[in-house]
Nanobody, 115 residues
Framework: QVQLVESGGGLVQPGGSLRLSCAAS????????MGWYRQAPGKQRELVER???????DYADSVKGRFTISRDNAKNTVTLQMNSLRPEDTDVYYC?????????WGQGTKVTASS
């Protein structure tokens, strides 16, 4: 069992930055693909960015050049640095950990980019 706890959401003006963090329990964190997803009311949850155990990343085209995911396997944490935030980035962001059929989610943290 893996538990994921997100932090770092909040309100920021368009063009600003936020840093989301996800702390994971479990001793095999380094073997999981870790990712950040987001979901708006009434819409499907979508991938923002993910990082596999070897360090390769995948990201949505809409965040290219603005968001960066990183992981620290020694500290069991994954971070999403979000720069140049836009109003359309406003969503609830969820941390995710996957390994084979195992699929874990955090409780979500709200990000609002608004003036």
């Amino acid at each position: 069992q893996v538990q994921l706890v997100e932090s770092g959401g909040g309100l920021v003006q368009p063009g600003g930055s936020l840093r989301l963090s996800c702390a994971a329990s479990g001793s095999i964190f380094g073997l999981y693909t870790m990712g950040w997803y987001r979901q708006a009311p009434g819409k499907q949850r979508e991938l923002v960015e993910r990082i596999i155990s070897g360090g390769r990343t995948d990201y949505a085209d809409s965040v290219k050049g603005r968001f960066t995911i990183s992981r620290d396997n020694a500290k069991n944490t994954v971070t999403l640095q979000m720069n140049s935030l836009r109003p359309e980035d406003t969503d609830v962001y969820y941390c995710n950990g996957k390994r084979y059929v195992l699929d874990y989610w955090g409780q979500g943290t709200k990000v609002t980019a608004s003036s």
